[in-house]
């Protein structure tokens, strides 16, 4: 009894030190940024066209998609759980909004009042992608909402912001070293954990993928209207993408153990941000790489994220 006590005290003491434990807040500092520059270009791209996607008279608030709706396919469904459904803004509503969304994601970014100006922009996205119109987006909303949610649970509003920069001319007081960038552990362990689980729903499901099998995906990808980014003859480099699509097949549902692996785990997160950076050149895929690339970075060593910081400054 006595050693099964002592077993549980030490099980659980493990289990605290791994969750509320301060551990380097760099990735969620970089989440912030990336975050928050992500949503503001997101929605600055699509200004011109934000009464076609999400007005009343528009696309998500028309008589086109209400067709769509009443057709009976996979909209329908789709709309009938969130979209279409919610009030459409008129025309001074959606201008109020836009206009808040980026003033507060480039706040967010920058770290001025972070908690407040982030939660803004996260229920202002989360109104337009889920509420008005999820068609116009490609998957990849839904995993930075929770992403920045994790990055605004967390302290990365500390450091490397005007927050910081404002408290230490209140108060007088010196820059903290890089190094000191540190905060209980549990937004980034959700973060990671969420990353993990990500890639076990992504890379499983395509173990039994015939085109990934075959090599095609890529060169598939690459080749069709509604993904290629480069219009070019990629008949030539079939060989070279049959072969990077056989390298990515095992990478992804590798990751959910590979990340976690103490020497191992920052060599699967930069192959894995190398191949998100790729799609990015090469294919549309919206905005996924800038969603993922925080999460990835959650598993590289502390010290390789501490230099970059150093390199580029640790100010506003």
């Not at 070293?177 to 990500?198: E, F, G, K, N, T």
């Amino acid at each position: 009894m006595v050693s099964e006590a002592g077993a549980g005290r030490r099980a659980w003491g493990a289990v605290e030190r791994w969750l509320f434990a301060e551990q380097p807040v760099h990735a969620l500092v970089i989440g912030r940024i990336v975050f928050g520059l992500a949503l503001f270009g997101c929605y600055a791209v699509r200004a011109p066209d934000a009464a076609m996607l999400y007005g009343a008279d528009g696309l998500a608030g028309g008589e086109a998609i209400q067709r769509l709706v009443d057709s009976g396919t996979l909209l329908q469904r789709l709309y009938d759980a969130a979209g279409a459904r919610w009030p459409a803004p008129d025309a001074l509503l959606l201008s109020l909004l836009y206009a808040v969304a980026l003033a507060c994601a480039l706040c967010f970014a920058a770290g001025y009042r972070t908690r407040t100006t982030g939660w803004i922009v996260w229920a202002i996205h989360l109104y337009f992608y889920k509420l008005r119109l999820p068609l116009a987006y490609w998957g990849w909303p839904a995993l930075m909402q929770a992403y920045m949610a994790y990055v605004l649970l967390s302290r990365a509003g500390d450091y490397c912001s005007v927050d910081a920069w404002l408290k230490r001319k209140r108060e007088g007081s010196e820059l903290p070293a890089v190094a000191s960038w540190r905060a209980p552990a549990w937004p980034l362990r959700l973060l990671q954990v969420h990353v993990s689980a990500m890639y076990s729903v992504v890379g499983i499901s395509r173990l039994d993928s015939s085109g990934w099998i075959a090599g095609h995906t890529i060169f598939t990808a690459v080749t069709t209207a509604l993904h290629s980014k480069l219009v070019i003859d990629w008949a030539p480099f079939q060989p070279l993408l049959k072969a990077a699509t056989w390298i990515v097949y095992p990478l992804e549902p590798a990751a959910v153990v590979g990340l976690w692996l103490p020497r191992v785990g920052a060599y699967f997160a930069y192959a894995l941000l190398a191949m998100h950076f790729g799609l990015e050149l090469l294919t549309n895929v919206g905005w996924w790489g800038f969603a993922v690339a925080p999460g990835l970075l959650a598993f590289v060593p502390a010290r390789h994220l501490e230099a970059v910081f150093r390199r580029v400054g640790a100010g506003p």
